[in-house]
């Protein structure tokens, strides 16, 4: 039996007036409920918003340790709960459990890592030519701060948007993604354990066209931080940004991975593989344009070939699976969309490409590892995110051509090259 997860509003779990809930599926397992979340209306947040106005007045008064301690203590109560949030994460979005462990691993550090920084400089005194003149610059808190954050990391993102909000005296209310919401329930869980002043920490669940347009909109909302698709990003940039609030935005990448003729090929294509087919390459900084030298296109090309057809895809939950599934069913059709648009468009499929359909497998939305090879910049798998388990290989002669066509999107966001050699531009 699944559990309901109620909104945490003013310090009291609520259930939503729309008598509407939610429900997250497993992606290896299409028919099992993970657990269910409350489909708030504006009503609700606005309330939310305006507890969290009332709870910053207090919030913003104590001093950084002790606003520390708070998070330490969080962070130590999601340490004994790590197994139970890593599981859930695993179930209601697909990466493997190891890295579900690595992610909630990550989420604890961060949040000792800010739970310190109540005790750090939070300003400058900056000399003057007066000499009877004391000048200073001091970091205050913006107020109440708006966290809608996506499933591929929904443990480590919100962490690190919520807990330096908290440490410098904002308060937050934390609007999920809905394919995320379980887990991210489990973390609030936490919150509430270590027992914030009513009103600090809010969460609520819901439609982003609602919740989360909504969060752009209230002006009780001092500041908003996003991650998630360039789309809704750029529409929430606008709207916070016309009625004067600020904003914070992390949307997508296309990262280029450069693989230059002297380097150590065996690491080269360890690298390629875990950047970008690790969490089924649904990550913002996934490595999804391989770009090798003619020198050892050939020869790098049939090692990640050889290295990517040992990977074993299955339930993240199995011991022996290195990559689990699309998160979702919208994003398996997108990468379905984006292999049918590769060939399409004329690059050559060198290895995947399909569903996979056998045994269990058949239950879950699984796509093979995709190599495509003969790739060129002005193809679409080339320009745009994909966010799946597919490899665009592009074959350059220098490393000047190589710079070129990393350079040659619109995106930026991360990048990464093998070589031995420094180049210094
Ligand atoms: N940079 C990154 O790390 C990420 C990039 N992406 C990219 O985005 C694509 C689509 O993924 P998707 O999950 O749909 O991403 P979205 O941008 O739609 O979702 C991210 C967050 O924004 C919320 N949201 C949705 N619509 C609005 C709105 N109108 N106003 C305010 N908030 C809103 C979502 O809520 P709800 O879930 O309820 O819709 C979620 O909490 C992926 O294929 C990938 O390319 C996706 C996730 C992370
Ligand atoms: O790669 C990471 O660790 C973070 C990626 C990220 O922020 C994202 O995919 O949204």
């Given at each position: 039996m699944h559990k309901t997860f109620l909104n945490y509003i003013g310090g009291e779990w609520q259930t939503s007036k729309s008598g509407d809930i939610l429900s997250s599926y497993n992606p290896a397992n299409k028919t099992e409920?993970?657990?269910?979340?409350?489909?708030?209306?504006r009503e609700e947040l606005d309330e939310a918003?305006?507890?969290?106005?009332?709870?910053?007045?207090?919030?913003?008064?104590?001093a950084g340790a002790e606003r520390g301690n708070y998070l330490y203590k969080a962070a130590v109560i999601m340490e004994e709960n790590l197994e139970e949030i890593a599981t859930t994460m695993t179930k209601e979005m697909g990466k493997s459990l190891p890295e579900a462990k690595g992610e909630t691993t990550r989420g604890i550090q961060i949040l000792k890592y800010f739970a310190g920084e109540g005790m750090r400089s939070d300003g400058d005194?900056?000399?003057?030519?007066?000499?009877?003149?004391?000048?200073?610059?001091?970091?205050?808190?913006?107020?109440?701060?708006?966290?809608?954050?996506?499933?591929?990391?929904p443990v480590a993102i919100p962490i690190w948007k919520i807990a330096p909000a908290l440490i410098y005296g904002n308060t937050v209310i934390l609007k999920p993604a809905s394919e995320g919401s379980v887990t991210a329930a489990k973390v609030i869980e936490c919150f509430e354990k270590a027992d914030f002043p009513a009103g600090v920490v809010n969460?609520?669940?819901?439609?982003?066209?609602?919740?989360?347009?909504?969060?752009?909109?209230?002006?009780?909302?001092?500041?908003?931080?996003?991650?998630?698709?360039?789309?809704?990003?750029?529409?929430?940039?606008?709207?916070?940004?016309?009625?004067?609030?600020?904003?914070?935005?992390?949307?997508?990448?296309?990262?280029?991975?450069?693989?230059?003729?002297?380097?150590?090929?065996?690491?080269?294509?360890?690298?390629t593989l875990?950047?970008?087919?690790?969490?089924?390459?649904?990550?913002?900084?996934?490595?999804s344009r391989v770009i090798v030298q003619s020198a050892i296109y050939d020869q790098f090309k049939e090692r990640l070939i050889k290295k990517a057809?040992?990977?074993?895809?299955?339930?993240?939950?199995?011991?022996?699976?290195?990559?689990?599934?699309?998160?979702?069913?919208?994003?398996?059709?997108t990468v379905k969309y984006y292999i049918d648009k590769g060939?399409?468009?004329g690059a050559t499929l060198a290895l995947g490409g399909n569903q996979l359909t056998e045994g269990n497998l058949k239950n879950g939305y699984y796509i093979e590892p995709t190599i495509f090879d003969n790739v060129t910049s002005d193809m679409t798998i080339a320009q745009e995110e994909i966010f799946g388990p597919v490899l665009a290989l592009m074959k350059v002669d220098t490393i000047e051509d190589a710079i070129a066509v990393a350079n040659d999107v619109e995106f930026g966001l991360s990048a990464s090259i093998f070589t031995k050699i420094s180049i210094i531009y």
């Open positions: 409920v993970v657990g269910s979340v409350q489909k708030s209306t918003a305006a507890q969290a106005k009332k709870a910053q007045k207090a919030w913003r008064k104590l005194v900056i000399p003057s030519t007066d000499p009877s003149a004391l000048m200073f610059s001091k970091r205050v808190p913006i107020g109440v701060v708006g966290v809608i954050t996506p499933w591929n990391f969460f609520i669940t819901g439609s982003g066209s609602v919740i989360g347009q909504g969060l752009a909109e209230n002006k009780d909302v001092n500041a908003v931080t996003f991650t998630g698709s360039n789309n809704v990003g750029k529409n929430i940039g606008n709207i916070v940004g016309a009625r004067g609030g600020k904003y914070q935005l992390e949307m997508g990448g296309k990262n280029p991975i450069i693989i230059a003729e002297d380097c150590d090929i065996e690491a080269a294509v360890d690298a875990s950047g970008g087919l690790k969490s089924t390459g649904q990550k913002c900084t996934c490595s057809k040992e990977i074993t895809v299955g339930d993240g939950m199995d011991a022996s699976t290195w990559m689990g599934p699309c998160a979702n069913e919208g994003q398996f059709n060939k399409e468009e």
